[in-house]
């Protein structure tokens, strides 16, 4: 069974100063190509290959999805549609990608795992 992978694009661009805050959707874009190699290569702890799905959500809504990683517009909250995915993957490894300690108590509750930004992140 292929772990679950779930990113918080916004809390893992927005944890580099680089620009990200004037062009949000060329940043996720940017994150969401950086991820397809960890589709197949798998992050440590996680052999591969991965299910990995990218939540985003505000000016980032959008963003389409590539081969190995599927894209996610959340229509409200991006935390909220993470908490339900990782709800979801109840009874298959699942891993969410945030710094955001209220989101990972949340998913924590379904029993997903969690790892901070420098997980995908040079």
Excluded: K
Excluded at 43 to 53: A, C, D, K, T
Excluded at 68 to 80: K, N
């Amino acid at each position: 069974m292929r772990t679950l992978v779930v990113v918080d694009a916004a809390n893992v661009v927005g944890s580099v100063p680089d620009g990200w805050w004037r062009d949000r959707r060329g940043a996720a874009e940017r994150l969401r190509d950086s991820l397809v190699a960890y589709a197949e290569d798998g992050l440590p702890e996680h052999p591969g290959p991965l299910e990995i799905v990218l939540v985003v959500e505000g000016a980032a809504r959008g963003v389409e999805s590539v081969p190995g990683v599927r894209v996610e517009s959340a229509p409200g909250s991006g935390d909220d549609l993470i908490a339900e995915l990782a709800a979801q993957a109840a009874g298959r490894p699942c891993l969410v990608v945030t710094a955001d300690r209220e989101l990972r108590h949340r998913v924590g509750e379904s029993g997903a795992r969690c790892a901070g930004p420098r997980t995908v992140r040079p």
